[in-house]
Nanobody
Framework: QVQLVESGGGLVQTGGSLRLSCAAS????????MGWHRQAPGKQRELVAA???????NYSDSGKGRFTISRDNAKNTVYLQMNSLKPEDTAVYYC???????????????WGQGTQVTVSS
C-alpha cells in the first residue's frame, strides 16, 4: 500500500502565498516523477507543475512564474510554493506520483486525496 498525504491548503487573500506539501509513505521502493494537479469546480483536472527524480521541472502556463515545485527525495516529499495567488487559482490541488513498490515492478500512478486552496478577492 502506498499513501500520498497532502497538506498546506487553506484560505488566502489575493496576492498571498501558500506552500503545499505531499509525502509518500508505505511500500515505496522508488519514486519517479512527482507533480501537482488542480481541479476547479466545473472544470477538468489540469497539470500545474511536475518534477523528475533528478530535479527537472515542468510548469503549465497557469503556474509558470508564480509557482515553484521542489522535492526532498530523502523524505519522499514534493512541495509547491505558490506566490501571488489569484482567485482563479482556487481549486482542489492533488499530488500525483509515479511509484514503484518493488525492484521487480514498474511504476504506477498514485494520487493524494486533495487539498483545498481558496483565494479570496
Amino acid at each position: 500500500q502506498v499513501q500520498l498525504v497532502e497538506s498546506g491548503g487553506g484560505l488566502v487573500q489575493t496576492g498571498g502565498s501558500l506552500r503545499l506539501s505531499c509525502a509518500a509513505s508505505g511500500d515505496v521502493f522508488s519514486i519517479g516523477v512527482m507533480g501537482w494537479h488542480r481541479q476547479a469546480p466545473g472544470k477538468q483536472r489540469e497539470l500545474v507543475a511536475a518534477i523528475t527524480d533528478n530535479g527537472v521541472t515542468n510548469y503549465s502556463d497557469s503556474g509558470k512564474g508564480r509557482f515553484t515545485i521542489s522535492r526532498d527525495n530523502a523524505k519522499n516529499t514534493v512541495y509547491l510554493q505558490m506566490n501571488s495567488l489569484k482567485p482563479e487559482d482556487t481549486a482542489v490541488y492533488y499530488c500525483k506520483a509515479r511509484i514503484s513498490t518493488d525492484w521487480r515492478r514498474g511504476y504506477d500512478d498514485y494520487w493524494g486525496q486533495g487539498t483545498q486552496v481558496t483565494v479570496s478577492s
